[in-house]
């Protein structure tokens, strides 16, 4: 039961770090040229910082995601709420897209606010099933929230 469980929480958390690798195929493009022409704020965080604080975010998912998988009888409870952790799984990969691959700073900020929403929704889903999976998913909700704020900043700027 053990070896389930931990193959369990391993793909959970493969799931969430592939989205991120998908999402950095746009960003990776992008990042040395595009996005170096950008006019940025202040608050713009160096380039280095984004890779580990979003790898530890995607593991955060991954686990919250593997609490939530893990609950027994709570089948209808459940699948509503991975429709929606994978709906906001989607809209972080376009976020990459939006932004990055197409060089759409205002599509990519219309796109935040929603995967915002999605997260908020997640996380109120996620909570009624097992409370910490919801926790685990705040610091995502705090940085999406960073992003949305930066987005919008950059959009202006230029």
Not at 32 to 49: M, R
């Amino acid at each position: 039961m053990k070896h389930i469980r931990t193959l369990k929480l391993t793909a959970s958390i493969i799931i969430c770090l592939s989205a991120g690798a998908i999402g950095s195929l746009f960003t990776s493009a992008s990042v040395d040229s595009w996005y170096l022409t950008l006019n940025k704020p202040p608050f713009n965080p160096p380039s280095w910082v984004f890779a580990p604080v979003w790898t530890l975010l995607y593991i955060l998912m991954g686990v919250s995601l593997f609490l939530v998988l893990s609950r027994e009888n709570v089948f209808q409870k459940k699948k509503t709420a991975l429709i929606f952790f994978s709906a906001q799984l989607f809209l972080n990969i376009l976020w990459s897209f939006l932004f990055f691959g197409m060089e759409s700073p205002l599509m990519a900020f219309i796109e935040i606010i929603l995967l915002w929403i999605a997260i908020i929704i997640t996380i109120a889903l996620f909570k009624k099933i097992y409370p910490l999976s919801a926790y685990l998913l705040v610091p995502y909700l705090l940085w999406v929230t960073f992003a949305s704020v930066l987005n919008y900043s950059i959009f202006i700027l230029n």
